[in-house]
């Protein structure tokens, strides 16, 4: 089965709220979504996961599809990396020129209206969505179903 990446941009007031729409609205490959933190900006919080390609549906508010370098942990859009090496290459977009990973490690590069826009990310915590079902079942269960749900640690 082919997954696609998505990455869903939320704040640390919201991230419950927003786990539970990509939940509800998707079926989360390998059961993990993974929260970053903005180093650079503590209230921006990213979160990631992988969605079958083939029923991708339709995206979430904030929502946006990536690419990920596993050796850098290196987050990124075509369009981003299409600008990196614009930047590195003299202006010229070359398929075959050498992207030095190293230098976006735990980065996610993306493009806005500017150009390429680099954050500096730092996982914060991965949810494992089947466990996190499994508690929704038993709160839902034993009928206190407006206990919000959690993670661990602060953000």
Known sequence: MKTQLLCTFTDKDSI????????????????KIYIFTNKNDSDEVICTYNVDSVNIGSLLKNTISLHRKK???????INAINE???EL???RIDRKFPIP?????N???????DGLVTINTKLHSIIEVNE????KEKVYLEGNIKSPIKMRGEL
């Open 132 to 135: 996190l079902m499994a508690k």
């Open 71 to 77: 050796q850098t942990n290196t987050l990124y859009t």
């Open 107 to 113: 980065t996610l590069l993306v493009t806005n209206s």
């Open 89 to 91: 290459n003299g202006g």
């Open 16 to 31: 419950d709220k927003t786990v539970n729409e990509i939940i509800d609205s998707h079926e989360v490959m390998f059961d």
């Open 84 to 86: 990196v090496i614009k």
């Open 101 to 105: 990973w190293n230098q976006y490690h």
